[in-house]
Protein backbone atom coordinates (compact mmCIF):
# COMPACT_ATOMS: atom_id res chain seq x y z
CA UNK A 1 0.00 0.00 0.00
CA UNK A 2 1.60 3.63 -1.15
CA UNK A 3 2.67 5.41 2.04
CA UNK A 4 1.84 9.20 1.79
CA UNK A 5 4.32 12.50 1.45
CA UNK A 6 3.43 15.43 3.83
CA UNK A 7 4.47 18.65 2.73
CA UNK A 8 4.02 21.19 6.28
CA UNK A 9 1.81 18.60 7.15
CA UNK A 10 -0.32 18.29 4.02
CA UNK A 11 -1.14 15.88 1.67
CA UNK A 12 1.65 16.49 -1.31
CA UNK A 13 1.88 14.94 -4.92
CA UNK A 14 5.15 15.91 -7.16
CA UNK A 15 3.84 15.65 -10.61
CA UNK A 16 5.89 15.48 -14.01
CA UNK A 17 6.16 18.90 -13.98
CA UNK A 18 8.47 19.34 -11.02
CA UNK A 19 10.66 17.00 -13.07
CA UNK A 20 14.08 16.58 -13.33
CA UNK A 21 14.18 16.18 -9.11
CA UNK A 22 17.30 16.17 -6.54
CA UNK A 23 17.19 14.03 -3.25
CA UNK A 24 19.93 14.04 -1.01
CA UNK A 25 20.75 12.36 2.27
CA UNK A 26 22.86 10.87 4.21
CA UNK A 27 22.21 7.34 5.17
CA UNK A 28 19.41 6.20 7.35
CA UNK A 29 18.02 10.29 7.17
CA UNK A 30 14.96 9.24 5.74
CA UNK A 31 15.59 10.13 2.31
CA UNK A 32 15.71 6.88 0.48
CA UNK A 33 11.85 5.82 1.93
CA UNK A 34 10.78 9.25 0.28
CA UNK A 35 12.07 9.00 -3.25
CA UNK A 36 10.93 5.40 -3.38
CA UNK A 37 7.72 6.90 -2.31
CA UNK A 38 7.41 9.87 -4.66
CA UNK A 39 8.24 7.02 -7.50
CA UNK A 40 5.75 5.31 -6.66
CA UNK A 41 2.82 7.51 -6.42
CA UNK A 42 3.81 8.87 -9.95
CA UNK A 43 3.43 5.35 -11.52
CA UNK A 44 0.49 4.46 -9.68
CA UNK A 45 -1.05 8.00 -11.30
CA UNK A 46 0.06 6.37 -15.24
CA UNK A 47 3.65 7.57 -15.48
CA UNK A 48 5.88 5.63 -17.30
CA UNK A 49 9.19 5.05 -14.85
CA UNK A 50 12.60 3.38 -15.85
CA UNK A 51 14.14 2.31 -12.53
CA UNK A 52 18.10 1.65 -11.61
CA UNK A 53 19.37 1.51 -8.08
CA UNK A 54 21.83 -0.20 -6.51
CA UNK A 55 20.28 -2.66 -4.12
CA UNK A 56 17.66 -4.64 -4.52
CA UNK A 57 15.70 -3.41 -1.16
CA UNK A 58 14.56 -0.05 -3.01
CA UNK A 59 12.95 -2.26 -6.03
CA UNK A 60 11.00 -4.52 -3.54
CA UNK A 61 9.86 -1.20 -1.40
CA UNK A 62 8.10 -0.39 -4.56
CA UNK A 63 6.97 -3.58 -5.24
CA UNK A 64 5.18 -3.08 -1.91
CA UNK A 65 4.18 0.16 -2.01
CA UNK A 66 2.59 -0.31 -5.76
CA UNK A 67 0.94 -3.67 -4.41
CA UNK A 68 -2.00 -5.26 -7.41
CA UNK A 69 0.23 -3.75 -10.02
CA UNK A 70 2.82 -6.20 -11.28
CA UNK A 71 1.39 -6.79 -14.67
CA UNK A 72 2.82 -3.07 -15.32
CA UNK A 73 6.10 -3.45 -14.18
CA UNK A 74 8.99 -5.92 -15.46
CA UNK A 75 12.17 -6.70 -14.06
CA UNK A 76 14.79 -6.53 -16.51
CA UNK A 77 18.34 -8.28 -16.31
CA UNK A 78 19.03 -8.36 -20.13
CA UNK A 79 19.04 -5.85 -22.68
CA UNK A 80 17.30 -7.83 -25.02
CA UNK A 81 14.09 -8.19 -22.54
CA UNK A 82 13.73 -4.26 -22.92
CA UNK A 83 10.27 -3.28 -24.34
CA UNK A 84 8.26 -0.21 -24.18
CA UNK A 85 5.15 -2.44 -23.21
CA UNK A 86 5.94 -2.47 -19.38
CA UNK A 87 4.75 1.04 -17.55
CA UNK A 88 7.80 0.41 -15.24
CA UNK A 89 10.90 -1.45 -16.33
CA UNK A 90 12.91 -2.19 -13.25
CA UNK A 91 16.75 -2.95 -13.71
CA UNK A 92 18.82 -5.24 -12.18
CA UNK A 93 20.02 -3.40 -9.37
CA UNK A 94 23.86 -1.62 -9.89
CA UNK A 95 23.83 -2.99 -13.75
CA UNK A 96 25.17 0.46 -15.03
CA UNK A 97 25.62 -1.70 -18.66
CA UNK A 98 22.01 -2.93 -18.90
CA UNK A 99 20.81 1.20 -17.73
CA UNK A 100 23.20 2.85 -20.73
CA UNK A 101 21.36 0.33 -23.12
CA UNK A 102 18.08 0.56 -21.66
CA UNK A 103 18.70 4.71 -22.39
CA UNK A 104 19.92 3.92 -25.98
CA UNK A 105 17.37 1.36 -26.68
CA UNK A 106 14.19 2.57 -25.57
CA UNK A 107 12.30 4.47 -27.98
CA UNK A 108 10.07 6.75 -24.94
CA UNK A 109 13.33 7.33 -22.80
CA UNK A 110 12.52 11.09 -22.79
CA UNK A 111 8.68 10.01 -21.81
CA UNK A 112 9.84 8.14 -18.93
CA UNK A 113 10.59 8.91 -15.49
CA UNK A 114 14.11 7.71 -15.03
CA UNK A 115 14.65 7.10 -10.95
CA UNK A 116 18.55 6.76 -10.31
CA UNK A 117 18.56 5.53 -6.37
CA UNK A 118 22.17 5.74 -4.72
CA UNK A 119 23.55 8.06 -6.88
CA UNK A 120 26.32 7.59 -5.15
CA UNK A 121 27.13 4.00 -5.93
CA UNK A 122 27.25 5.05 -9.83
CA UNK A 123 30.36 5.88 -12.40
CA UNK A 124 30.44 9.27 -14.30
CA UNK A 125 29.64 7.37 -17.96
CA UNK A 126 25.48 6.85 -15.35
CA UNK A 127 26.10 10.70 -15.12
CA UNK A 128 26.97 11.70 -18.26
CA UNK A 129 23.76 10.39 -19.50
CA UNK A 130 21.31 10.71 -17.55
CA UNK A 131 21.72 14.44 -16.51
CA UNK A 132 20.28 15.10 -20.05
CA UNK A 133 17.26 12.75 -19.69
CA UNK A 134 14.37 15.51 -18.88
CA UNK A 135 12.18 13.21 -16.39
CA UNK A 136 14.89 12.38 -13.77
CA UNK A 137 15.25 11.96 -9.71
CA UNK A 138 18.18 11.79 -8.59
CA UNK A 139 17.82 10.19 -5.31
CA UNK A 140 21.07 9.44 -3.04
CA UNK A 141 23.98 11.14 -1.17
CA UNK A 142 25.24 13.81 -3.10
CA UNK A 143 28.68 14.48 -1.15
CA UNK A 144 29.77 10.94 -2.03
CA UNK A 145 28.90 11.27 -5.66
CA UNK A 146 31.50 10.87 -8.26
CA UNK A 147 29.86 13.63 -10.37
CA UNK A 148 28.77 16.01 -7.66
CA UNK A 149 30.00 18.77 -9.09
CA UNK A 150 27.96 18.16 -12.50
CA UNK A 151 24.53 17.11 -10.25
CA UNK A 152 25.36 20.83 -8.26
CA UNK A 153 25.71 22.60 -11.84
CA UNK A 154 22.37 21.39 -13.12
CA UNK A 155 18.99 22.79 -12.89
CA UNK A 156 16.23 20.81 -10.81
CA UNK A 157 12.69 21.75 -10.61
CA UNK A 158 12.29 19.96 -7.21
CA UNK A 159 15.32 19.97 -4.84
CA UNK A 160 14.77 17.96 -1.39
CA UNK A 161 17.26 17.59 1.19
CA UNK A 162 17.32 15.86 4.18
CA UNK A 163 20.83 15.82 5.06
CA UNK A 164 22.70 18.97 4.73
CA UNK A 165 25.59 18.62 2.09
CA UNK A 166 28.45 19.84 2.01
CA UNK A 167 28.38 20.57 -1.61
CA UNK A 168 27.12 23.82 -2.37
CA UNK A 169 23.62 23.62 -4.04
CA UNK A 170 20.90 26.23 -4.95
CA UNK A 171 19.32 26.12 -1.63
CA UNK A 172 20.04 26.06 1.93
CA UNK A 173 18.03 23.69 4.58
CA UNK A 174 17.06 25.02 8.14
CA UNK A 175 17.64 22.72 10.91
CA UNK A 176 16.28 18.94 10.09
CA UNK A 177 14.95 16.03 12.56
CA UNK A 178 15.41 12.61 11.72
CA UNK A 179 13.67 11.50 8.46
CA UNK A 180 11.95 15.12 8.11
CA UNK A 181 13.84 17.13 4.08
CA UNK A 182 12.93 20.50 3.20
CA UNK A 183 11.62 20.38 -0.25
CA UNK A 184 11.35 23.41 -2.77
CA UNK A 185 9.50 22.83 -6.24
CA UNK A 186 8.05 25.82 -8.07
CA UNK A 187 5.82 27.60 -5.85
CA UNK A 188 5.74 24.79 -3.49
CA UNK A 189 8.11 25.38 -0.36
CA UNK A 190 8.18 23.28 3.08
CA UNK A 191 9.22 20.36 5.68
CA UNK A 192 8.32 17.03 4.24
CA UNK A 193 8.17 13.74 5.77
CA UNK A 194 6.62 10.14 4.84
CA UNK A 195 3.15 8.77 6.37
CA UNK A 196 3.69 5.29 6.93
CA UNK A 197 -0.15 3.61 5.66
CA UNK A 198 1.10 -0.50 6.53
Excluded at 22 to 34: D, N
Excluded at 63 to 75: A, F, I, P, R, V
Amino acid sequence: MLDQILLNNEEYYITEGGLPCLITYAEKAGGSHFSITMVADLFLRGSRILFLTAYPMAKENFLKQTKGNESKTTYITDANQLNTNSQAIILESGNEKLFLEAVNKLTDINERVVFIKNMEVFSDAVFDVCLKLPKLILSGDIDKCFAKKQISEKLFNTTVIFTKPEVKLTYEPPVLEKYTGYLWSGGAEGLVTVKMNN
